[in-house]
Nanobody, 120 residues
Framework: QVQLVESGGGLVQPGGSLRLSCVASGSIFGINNARWYRQAPGKQRELVATISSVGTTTYVDSVKGRFTISRDSPKKTVYLQMNRLKPEDTAVYLC??????????????WGQGTQVTVSS
């Protein structure tokens, strides 16, 4: 069974930093394209950042210059480095990734989410 597990969330003051991790496990070859989403209470889920299998990245305008998405393919891990955090970044952050299984098929999976709270 394929799992995506996020970690690294927590409570941080405005201006602080956090690094989120998303690790894929199971009978898999690895992660292809991956994305970080976030969902704040009462708001729609928002696509924050994407990374392709070859490392091409995109960001929503509100996080450009502050967040960096990266990957460590041998570790089957995707990261989201978040700097200069603002209260409006408060949300549950979810990892979403296309994973190739060892049966040579791929599917898109979601992690369970990790809470990020930016508050003084």
């Amino acid at each position: 069974q394929v799992q995506l597990v996020e970690s690294g969330g927590g409570l941080v003051q405005p201006g602080g930093s956090l690094r989120l991790s998303c690790v894929a496990s199971g009978s898999i070859f690895g992660i292809n394209n991956a994305r970080w989403y976030r969902q704040a209470p009462g708001k729609q889920r928002e696509l924050v950042a994407t990374i392709s299998s070859v490392g091409t990245t995109t960001y929503v305008d509100s996080v450009k210059g502050r967040f960096t998405i990266s990957r460590d393919s041998p570790k089957k891990t995707v990261y989201l480095q978040m700097n200069r955090l603002k209260p409006e970044d408060t949300a549950v952050y979810l990892c979403n990734a296309d994973v190739t299984r060892r049966d040579y098929r791929w599917d898109t999976y979601w992690g369970q989410g990790t809470q990020v709270t930016v508050s003084s």
